[in-house]
């Protein structure tokens, strides 16, 4: 079963390569979105959705910076979802996480560790008074 369509997946490629071109060979541009889809979690479907409303709304058929800008004007709403699930997608995935040396794994139960920093630049805080009411 086709997810998008010919055209949809050319619109879609483009724009995902403008928002997020391919910075290096480490990190992919975010139009690797599209070929891992997974209609079982309600990310993705969402995505889906959102991008099948851009696409309809979409009248070139290429789209450059300028397109794009004009996209987002015209269809501001549908465009901040769109870009929203994109960046969710793109940096959720475990090959962008890997590349980018931030953690692949959720931070329990192990933890994240903080590196332990110089507390005294906390003091200004510390000495502040309330700023509430009791």
Same mark, same amino acid.
């Given at each position: 079963?086709?997810?998008?369509?010919e055209?949809?997946i050319?619109?879609? #490629?483009?724009?995902?390569?403008?928002?997020?071109?391919?910075?290096?060979?480490?990190?992919?541009?975010?139009?690797?979105?599209i070929?891992?889809?997974?209609?079982?979690?309600?990310?993705?479907?969402?995505?889906?959705?959102? #991008?099948?409303?851009?696409?309809?709304?979409?009248?070139?058929?290429?789209?450059?910076?300028?397109?794009?800008?004009?996209?987002?004007?015209?269809?501001?709403?549908?465009?901040? %979802?769109? %870009?929203?699930?994109?960046?969710?997608?793109?940096?959720?995935?475990?090959?962008?996480l890997?590349?980018?040396?931030?953690?692949?794994?959720?931070?329990?139960?192990?933890?994240?560790?903080?590196?332990?920093?110089?507390l005294?630049?906390?003091?200004?805080?510390?000495?502040?008074?309330?700023?509430?009411?009791?």
């Amino acid at each position: 079963m086709e997810i998008f369509s010919e055209e949809e997946i050319s619109k879609l #490629s483009q724009i995902l390569n403008l928002i997020l071109p391919e910075y290096n060979e480490n990190l992919p541009s975010a139009s690797f979105i599209i070929n891992n889809l997974n209609l079982t979690n309600s990310i993705h479907k969402h995505f889906v959705d959102a #991008s099948k409303n851009l696409c309809s709304r979409v009248e070139n058929i290429i789209i450059t910076d300028l397109i794009l800008t004009q996209i987002k004007k015209n269809n501001f709403r549908e465009f901040s %979802v769109f %870009v929203n699930l994109v960046l969710i997608l793109y940096y959720s995935n475990k090959k962008v996480l890997n590349n980018l040396n931030v953690g692949s794994v959720p931070p329990f139960p192990e933890g994240n560790f903080v590196k332990e920093g110089d507390l005294y630049l906390l003091e200004q805080v510390f000495l502040k008074e309330k700023i509430y009411r009791e």
